[in-house]
């Protein structure tokens, strides 16, 4: 059974700062995905890691996928508040498993 | 405007009363499907559909019924709501690299 774990499961953060989340599955992979979710809203795509290597950049956001150790990270360089928000990562196809989520806290 | 779209946003229903949450896609997308989001629990998928007449269960399919009967359309069925089913809906339509979400729909049952 596929398990996708993620931590830390909460995260308050100076505005500035950096930071990574992690994303962690349990059988292999090659696409994984980052969603965003602000609160009572929809998911947002962030990004769409294809391959081994693959590093998506936007903004303040980095991804990057590694199908051997079976990890995906999100980096977060000088956060601010805007950036405050629940991330989950998700792997598999159309049957997505999605990770336990990463809610963000950006301190002003 | 590539959309999925999913009505009602939010529904408050009594115990054992048919509901159909409706979720429409205009990208011509063969896969999609619905999730529940609950606190502690996160995402999990209750149906999918590969293509019209073509569904199969997800994670936690057990009180929900699906059917697409067309492509664009993909409702999510309660045939005798309970108290548990109380949660946060998606439905989600697939490009080939991933999805795109509804707005969400809200469900209390009491």
């Known amino acids: 059974e596929l398990k996708v774990e993620q931590n830390p499961l909460f995260l308050s953060m100076q505005e500035g700062k950096n930071y990574t989340i992690y994303c962690n599955y349990s059988?292999?992979?090659?696409?994984l995905y980052w969603y965003r979710q602000d609160p009572g809203k929809s998911l947002e795509s962030l990004f769409v890691?294809?391959?081994?290597?693959a590093v998506k950049q936007e903004g303040r956001l980095m991804a990057s996928l590694d199908t051997k150790a079976r990890l995906s990270t999100l980096h977060i360089t000088a956060a601010v508040h805007d950036l405050s928000a629940t991330y989950f990562c998700?792997?598999?196809?159309?049957?997505?498993?999605f990770g336990t989520g990463t809610r963000l806290k950006v301190l002003a | 405007e590539a959309q999925v779209t999913q009505n009602p946003r939010y529904l408050i229903t009594v115990t054992g009363k048919k509901l159909t949450v409706t979720c429409s896609q205009n990208?011509?997308?063969?896969?999609m499907s619905w999730y529940r989001q609950d606190p502690g629990l996160g995402l999990r998928q209750i149906y999918y559909s590969m293509n019209v007449e073509v569904t199969d269960k997800g994670d936690v399919p057990e009180g929900y019924k699906v059917s697409r009967k067309e492509k664009r359309n993909f409702p999510l069925i309660l045939e005798s709501p309970s108290p548990n089913q109380t949660s946060l809906y998606f439905c989600?339509?697939?490009?080939?690299?991933?999805?795109?979400f509804g707005s969400g729909t809200r469900l209390t049952v009491v």
């Open positions: 890691l294809l391959s081994n290597g």
């Open positions: 989600a339509s697939w490009d080939g690299y991933g999805y795109t």
């Open positions: 998700a792997v598999g196809t159309y049957k997505y498993i």
């Open positions: 059988t292999t992979s090659d696409r």
């Open positions: 990208m011509n997308h063969e896969y």
